[in-house]
């Protein structure tokens, strides 16, 4: 094995991928890169190189320690390869979502619209709209 590995194989080797056609699929579309460059997925990959995959909207570089091309256990993945990917950045705190009691029903026109209002959708109010949102139009009546 002094040329190397497949790097589809061995990113799926290495667990990084959870199938060689998602690894495949990930060179053809160009999140795979080996040295810095843009590979294929027949490209061999050899220890010492660092590969560059695409996961999610994150880089993770890992630098190749063994070849390998058979799928082991996560511990016998993890000796394939030294992980140099920085930690995430810390989640943004979101503001809480109301939670509505379970049992409780469908919500109704006025407690929908208090959702959107808190989760910034639309201003909740229309063009024949009063103070507390009620458009004032009852049943079988037409704007």
Known sequence: MSEGVRIDSWLWAA??????????????????????????AAQPVRPGDEVRARISGFDRILIVQKLGAKRGSASVAAELFADLTPPPP??????????????????????????ERLRGLGTGAGPRDDEDGDPGLRHGQYP
């Open 15 to 40: 667990r990084v991928y959870k199938t060689r056609s998602l690894a495949t699929a990930a060179c053809r579309a160009g999140h795979v890169k080996l040295n810095g460059d843009r590979v294929k």
């Open 90 to 115: 810390p989640r943004e705190e979101v503001a809480s979502v109301p939670v509505r009691d379970r049992g409780t029903g469908r919500p109704t026109k006025r407690d929908r619209r208090e959702l």
